[in-house]
């Protein structure tokens, strides 16, 4: 006996009319299909946007780094500013002095001098 296999014939509703089952899973395949594609195009700029991201990520630690050594930066021309103004206030204080002591050493040499001022 000759083993005949099961075949499956779809039966078309009309000449060229596939039956309206057949043509809901061809149009539900196309959707499928085309939201695949879809995906995977955005499945793509995701894929890009997480390597640029990871990329940026560098830049950013490297940028904050900087920002922290620009900070110690500035604290310390501060101090150095603080200190520069209090030595003007010492140096004022100091030439304040000098001619105190420069007048008292012109007044005891010329006592005349001083007595007339």
Do not use: W
Not at 53 to 62: S, T
Not at 88 to 96: A, M, N
């Amino acid at each position: 006996m000759a083993n005949k296999k099961p075949t499956n014939i779809i039966t078309l509703e009309g000449k060229t009319r596939l039956p309206n089952r057949v043509q809901d899973i061809i149009i539900e395949m196309g959707t499928v299909i085309g939201n695949i594609q879809q995906t995977s195009g955005l499945s793509d700029v995701l894929q890009t946007s997480i390597r640029n991201f990871v990329a940026v990520d560098g830049i950013a630690q490297n940028s904050a780094q900087n920002l922290d050594k620009l900070a110690k930066q500035v604290e310390l021309m501060e101090t150095q500013t603080f200190e520069i103004e209090h030595s003007f206030e010492t140096v004022g204080k100091l030439l304040k002095q000098s001619e105190s002591l420069e007048k008292s050493i012109y007044c005891t040499e010329n006592d005349k001098n001083c007595n007339s001022n």
